[in-house]
């Protein structure tokens, strides 16, 4: 009996996340970025067994082209989700040119009010921390000064530079 209820407590949050309508989640999403007008466009939509990967998507930023990525995956498991964003190129014509190979962002129940971020970019390795609760973003970046548009809103540290700020 009791090794029925287990199975029973295992099984059904993970059927409910297999049969989890994930597009209409990533819709969703969409809906509310537009209301900061922001728009993803171009993009299409594959779903996988506990997520979905965007391919080619654009993002733009008040009609503007801001980004573009040639894939985003999101892996969720409720108690901890992971997104990948794989060649992030950032749009030609803003101040600094920007590229990275690889983003991720790891949220876990273990640290329900914090989002780990790790990554490989044009500025070097990047590893970092966005504080949910106190609103504060914490990036570590290993060739941040090198780069002239973005000096100045990037403190040295002894791991290289930093950036912070709240939102």
């Known amino acids: 009996m009791v090794r029925n209820m287990v199975v029973l407590l295992i099984a ?5 996340m297999f049969f989890m309508p994930k597009k209409e989640l990533y819709y969703l999403l969409e809906k509310r970025l537009s209301e900061q007008n922001i728009v ?21 930023l008040g009609g503007a082209p801001v980004a573009a990525a040639k894939e985003i995956s999101l892996w969720s ?4 989700t992971k997104v990948n964003l794989f060649d992030l190129q950032i749009a030609k014509g803003l101040p600094s040119e ?7 962002a790891v949220h876990s129940i273990g640290s329900p009010f914090e989002v780990r971020l790790v990554g490989e970019s044009s ?4 590893r970092g921390k966005i504080q949910l ?10 060739k941040g000064g090198e ?21």
């Not at 059904?12 to 409910?16: D, E, G, H, V």
């Not at 993803?40 to 998507?57: A, M, N, R, W, Y």
């Not at 609760?133 to 290993?142: G, N, T, Y």
Request: no cysteine.
């Open 98 to 104: 920007l590229s990275a190979e690889k983003l991720s």
């Open 147 to 167: 780069n002239k548009a973005l000096a100045r809103y990037l403190k040295k540290s002894e791991k290289g530079w930093v950036y912070e700020s709240r939102f």
């Open 12 to 16: 059904l949050p993970l059927l409910a």
């Open 40 to 60: 993803i466009s171009g993009e299409t939509l594959q779903e996988d067994l506990f997520g979905f990967t965007v391919k080619h998507p654009t993002l733009y």
């Open 133 to 142: 609760k106190a609103r504060m973003i914490h990036l570590d970046i290993a």
């Open 77 to 80: 498991l409720w108690i901890y």
């Open 123 to 126: 500025l070097g390795a990047l």
